[in-house]
């Protein structure tokens, strides 16, 4: 089974930037793509990037688009989403997936294994 555990949300004001991390437990993470949901309070869970199993191929939600960068450490099984320029409406809890494939996915339904969330607060 494996494990996904994010860390590094928290609070920062509008315009600020924010580092989330998520360690995944597995012996086989070169197999797996990535990627970063999202779910605002009473709001549907939305894609906000992917990265694939190499890390030569990411892909962004719109609306973070030259904000975020998601990354991969290969050698520590650690996925990386560097957010910057934070928005009020970037508040949500940001939940880290795997996919057992080489090739990335927007879609949620793609992902065999979550994580618990993280929570992001950006204050205006």
């Known amino acids: 089974q494996v494990q996904l555990v994010e860390s590094g949300g928290g609070l920062v004001q509008a315009g600020g930037s924010l580092r989330l991390s998520c360690a995944v437990s597995?012996?086989?993470?070169?197999?797996?793509?990535l990627g970063w949901f999202r779910q605002a309070q009473g709001k549907e869970r939305e894609f906000v990037a992917a990265?694939?199993?190499?890390?030569?191929?990411?892909y962004y939600a719109d609306s973070v688009k030259g904000r975020f960068t998601i990354s991969r450490d290969n050698a520590k099984n650690l996925v990386f989403l560097q957010m910057t320029s934070l928005k009020p409406e970037d508040t949500a809890v940001y939940y880290c997936a795997a996919r057992r494939d080489l090739f990335l996915s927007i879609w949620s339904y793609e992902y065999d294994f979550w994580g618990q969330g993280t929570q992001v607060t950006v204050s205006s």
């Open positions: 597995t012996n086989s993470f070169t197999t797996y793509a």
């Open positions: 990265i694939n199993a190499p890390g030569s191929s990411t």
